[in-house]
């Protein structure tokens, strides 16, 4: 991946992680945010510019990152979509 | 709810490793085929030997003990069969219990964004071929544990039926016919319980399979909006 390109299919894991640890901790640098999700700085760079673009996340004015209330419920909502799925599933009792 | 879709995904990635151990009694049956193999060739070589010794020595028994032949022949058939049954129920088991399993738990532990990584990773199509696999392979097995167990019970009943009329403990001739009969039923007996689980394990593979076949064609379906 070109460091220049923007995120054009972003991975669902990854926007989880970083949801997921800004939830936890409130609001973080992009340093801290890179190692706790254990994403390059480029590439977290690259997803929180395009989380800033669908208002996921913010930037405050030391640059540090923090989840907006759509972030905190866009993250409730994915989870909730595949537990839907999940949830509806079956498993015998394989044994 | 976070938890509950780890404790789903926990549900969905146990029968997955069931399947893939499963799977792997499927991938033993050529050890299985090379074991019985080797043990038919060694009880056709013991056999073979003890006619030979007969027809060269023009005796029936080992001349320093007096032991008959026959019996010295058929006890060491037993005991080859013995091995090789053993040996192969031996392999399957080591190689089922070989499987790695579990090896989603630390990922699992992220919580959400696990289970979407590990859900993203789930490659269905090999998951679907592996379930059929599973399916085979617990149905072989378990006939040819009863084919096994019958085997062994035509040998042995022939053999001390034999050793019986020989003693002159009973003066009925071998009926081999009686003895297939008699084996086939004790073999059903022996393994009516086991057959019986296999059965139902093929059941719930089935479900399995058409639960996930659900579950993968709903989910491509679905998408997603930010």
Known sequence: MNSEEPISKPDLYVIARVI???????????????TSTGLSYDRLVKYLAWMSEKRLVQFDSDDNVFLTELGADTYDELVKWILQYVGKVRFPKLT | ?????????????????????????????????????????????????????????????????????????????ILVIIAGITGAILRVTLRVNAVKVGQWKSILNEGAPGAIKLLAELKWETIFKDI?????????????????????????LFLYWDALVKGNII????????????????????????????????????????????????????????
């Open chain 2, 1 to 77: 709810m976070e938890q509950q879709l780890s404790s789903k995904m926990e549900e969905l990635l146990r029968a997955l490793d069931q399947v893939k151990k499963y799977r792997e009694i499927a991938a033993s049956m050529i050890d299985i085929a090379i074991i019985l193999s080797a043990t038919t060739v060694a009880v056709l070589v013991l056999v073979i030997s003890g006619n030979l010794w007969t027809i060269f020595n023009g005796v029936t028994t080992i001349p320093e003990n007096h032991l008959p032949l026959s019996a010295l022949v058929g006890n060491g058939s």
């Open chain 1, 20 to 34: 997921k640890i800004l939830k936890e901790r409130k609001k973080l640098n992009r340093t801290t945010l890179a």
């Open chain 2, 132 to 156: 059929r696999s599973a399916k085979l392979g617990l149905s072989l097995y378990g006939f040819l544990k009863t084919f096994l167990i019958w085997v062994f019970g035509n040998v042995i």
């Open chain 2, 171 to 226: 003066h009925l001739s071998v009926n081999p016919i009686a003895i297939m009969i008699a084996s086939l039923l004790l073999a059903l007996a022996l393994s009516n319980r086991d057959l019986r689980k296999r059965y139902e394990q093929v059941g719930h593979l089935d479900s399995l399979l058409w639960e996930l076949r659900w579950f993968d064609s709903e989910f491509r379906r679905a998408d997603f909006k930010t």
